[in-house]
């Protein structure tokens, strides 16, 4: 799996665009970059994927570079639900075991 | 979307006594499930793989002997800690990717157990 790099926290207004960087500069060409996050005590939820092209689902955002070393998480309107860490995994298509770094933690204000 | 339980939400026992923590699939079928532990303020770390009708795969360092895996049926996987002691504290997860796999990896996770020995 490719080693990816978050910072360990991000503070966000409520409202406001929440935008978290994640860089995958080992990544290979097939794997998929995801993004999970995990609200405290709960466990995770998946948010979205994508591979090269930017994706959009109800929650959330994702911009992947075009040399695919990096990518955004974006919630273009946090709330105070959004306060998680959230977690960017490098995988291969079509293989189901998720290693976990150390996220950010993002903390969404009032 | 596929929802994931486990039970108990919240076990206290005593040092040696041994508990089960079950995690179920409830509208999709899991041929595996995936057992993670998760220590104060650090990360998930996967502790084994449970394979329906098979034997569980453990990561490095888990010990198989304390820590049994049951994948008896399509919906639901046990871990029993057995002879617990407080170093076992922890929080523990399941999750599950839907039977046949999907396309997009996306995994369910159980709103985990915590687990307190004392």
């Known amino acids: 799996d490719a080693k990816t790099t978050q910072p360990p926290s991000m503070d966000c207004a409520e409202g406001r665009a929440a935008n978290l960087p994640c860089n995958h500069s080992?990544?290979?060409?097939?794997?998929?970059v995801y993004w999970y996050r995990q609200i405290h005590s709960q466990g995770p939820q998946y948010i979205i994927h994508?591979?090269?092209n930017n994706e959009t689902n109800e929650m959330a955002s994702l911009i992947i570079t075009e040399d695919r070393k990096s990518s955004t998480l974006i919630l273009p309107h946090a709330t105070l639900r959004d306060t998680a860490v959230y977690y960017c995994?490098?995988?291969?298509?079509?293989?189901?075991?998720?290693?976990f770094g150390k996220g950010t933690m993002l903390l969404v204000s009032p | 979307g596929a929802v994931v339980s486990q039970h108990p939400s919240r076990v206290i026992c005593k040092s040696g006594t041994s508990v089960k923590i079950e995690c179920r699939s409830l509208?999709?079928?899991?041929?595996?499930m995936f057992w993670y532990r998760q220590f104060p303020k650090q990360s998930l770390m996967l502790m084994a793989t449970?394979?329906?009708?098979?034997?569980?795969?453990?990561e490095q360092g888990v010990e198989k002997d304390k820590f049994l895996i049951n994948h008896a049926s399509l919906t639901l996987s046990t871990l029993t800690v057995t002879s617990a002691h407080p170093e076992d504290s922890s929080f523990y997860i399941c999750?599950?990717?839907?039977?046949?796999?999907?396309?997009?990896?996306?995994?369910?996770f159980g709103p985990g157990t915590r687990l307190t020995v004392l």
């Open positions: 995994i490098g995988l291969p298509a079509g293989y189901s075991t998720l290693t």
């Open positions: 509208d999709f079928q899991a041929t595996t």
């Open positions: 080992t990544i290979s060409g097939n794997e998929y």
């Open positions: 994508g591979l090269k």
């Open positions: 999750s599950a990717p839907p039977a046949g796999g999907n396309s997009y990896n996306e995994q369910f």
């Open positions: 449970s394979n329906e009708g098979s034997k569980a795969t453990y």
